[in-house]
């Protein structure tokens, strides 16, 4: 892949679903059914809750929903796939027969990530970003899915212990440009590929926003961008407030993305971003 040369494509293609990414920025809803997740762990490990949590993120403007069972927060506990699944699988089968958008599931294991392709997702979000012998990719190749790969310096056990860039937008790029590579040598669909800087995993508080300044630097890549600056401390950081009082710096991140080209903004609040997004969509193609 000439990554200097590459033209973002237009459309992202999930199994069935083939995603204009130039009509409008598609906003991502992420659902934890964790019990430590560093924003929302706890809420939703009741099935009722999660699926209520759901179709309310449907209804207020989710294009796709995304599921987590294992929190990747700075330090977290790897969770063995059995428990991942086991949090997983039951909201995925009432969700699927109920909506029509497209299910993404956040993992890097590929024994998750085959069982809950073959229950109905359509996309998998590795924040590991095809490492290792690549057996993830596969499946998503096997399965004509969508993959998200994100860069991530270090482990979530690890990643925020002293990170250290020279140029964190060059090795940024660097590094999503080689995994890309990987995962269509490994068969995944050109078309079928989403790329994520990875804010807050591994990122001095500076370089998340160094890489939220030059997010269109990613355009090189050739692949529909993804950002993610939900509720992060990037934003508590600067504004000085808890998790629960970031809506407003988070939508000051989205827009940036916005008019820097993102395609995708994965967000836990999604009406206030939903509304915005859209403004933004109408001015960026007045």
């Known amino acids: 892949m000439n990554a200097m040369n590459a033209v973002t494509q237009s459309r992202f293609r999930c199994r069935n679903h083939l995603l204009d990414v130039y009509s409008k920025t598609w906003i991502v809803g992420v659902l ?23 179709m309310r993120m ?22 063995a796939a059995d428990e991942e699944l086991q949090r997983i699988v039951p909201i995925l089968r009432q969700l699927r027969p109920r909506l029509t958008i497209p299910l993404a599931v956040d993992t890097y294991k590929p ?10 997702a359509e ?20 399965q004509q899915a969508g993959l998200v790969i994100m860069h991530m ?19 940024v790029v660097a590094f999503l440009a080689d995994r890309v590579s990987r995962a269509e040598q490994l068969g995944v669909d050109p078309q079928s590929i989403i790329v994520d800087p990875g804010l807050g ?5 500076q370089d998340n926003l160094i890489l939220l300044r030059h997010l269109e630097k990613l355009q090189c890549l050739g692949k529909p961008i993804m950002i993610g600056p939900s509720r992060k ?25 916005v008019l820097q080209g993102a395609a995708f903004v994965r967000v836990h609040d999604i009406l206030p971003c939903a509304q915005m997004v859209r403004m933004l969509d109408a001015i960026k193609r007045a």
């Open 32 to 54: 934890n059914i964790t019990p430590d997740s560093f924003s929302d762990g706890g809420r939703f490990l009741n099935r009722d809750a999660a699926i209520d949590q759901a």
């Open 58 to 79: 449907v209804d207020e403007g989710a294009d796709i929903l995304e599921l987590g069972g294992e929190s990747t927060r700075p330090g977290a506990v790897p969770v």
């Open 111 to 120: 024994e998750v990530a085959r069982v809950v392709l073959e229950e109905g």
């Open 123 to 142: 996309i998998i979000n590795d924040v590991y970003g095809v490492r290792g012998e690549g057996q993830l990719a596969a499946v998503v190749a096997e």
């Open 153 to 171: 310096q270090g482990t979530p056990q690890d990643m925020q212990i002293e990170p250290r860039y020279t140029d964190v937008v060059d090795e």
């Open 201 to 205: 995993f591994g990122k001095r508080p």
């Open 233 to 257: 401390s990037l934003v508590g950081n600067i504004l000085k407030l808890p998790v629960e009082q970031r809506h407003y710096g988070t939508a000051a991140c989205v827009a940036a993305a």
